[in-house]
């Protein structure tokens, strides 16, 4: 895939995000970041200490109790939220800019729950890649084999 100059390209996963602007053009992509985000992820014990709750039939005599929460999964959703929103802030002050989304699966699906209308409107292309941690030259490539 070759991308325009100008297009926005988000890259992430339930705990970083880059946000990058392609300052080259057609032929070849200079990604410069716009933005940049991390979550430190905490273990469970600092998360929440939440026992499960529990819950009587009504009938019998039958007790049982709800799952735990996952407190991993709740940060992670909630930083997908937060990518949505600076994607959508971006675009908005792109008016001319094509979107491109690269993210963990879980990610993406967390992501389209929140996409602004500017991004639903102008989004070019959605990889389910796990690239947060890469370097700008892998972003290229993967954007570069990507039909």
Not at 53 to 63: E, W
């Amino acid at each position: 895939m070759q991308v325009e100059h100008g297009t926005i390209v988000l890259v992430a996963d339930g705990a970083k995000l880059l946000l990058f602007r392609n300052e080259g053009d057609r032929k070849y992509a200079v990604l410069e970041t716009l933005s940049h985000d991390a979550i430190e992820d905490a273990p469970t014990r600092e998360h929440g200490t939440d026992t499960p709750g529990r819950t009587q039939s009504s009938i019998g005599d039958r007790r049982s109790s709800y799952g735990e929460p996952d407190w991993h999964s709740r940060s992670e959703d909630d930083f997908a939220r937060h990518a949505a929103a600076l994607c959508e802030q971006t675009a908005a002050a792109h008016p001319e800019a094509g979107i491109v989304v690269i993210a963990t699966p879980r990610t993406l699906g967390e992501l389209r729950k929140y996409y602004g209308r500017e991004t639903a409107r102008r989004l070019l292309a959605e990889i389910d890649k796990d690239l947060a941690s890469h370097t700008t030259d892998d972003v290229i490539a993967t954007l570069a084999a990507h039909q």
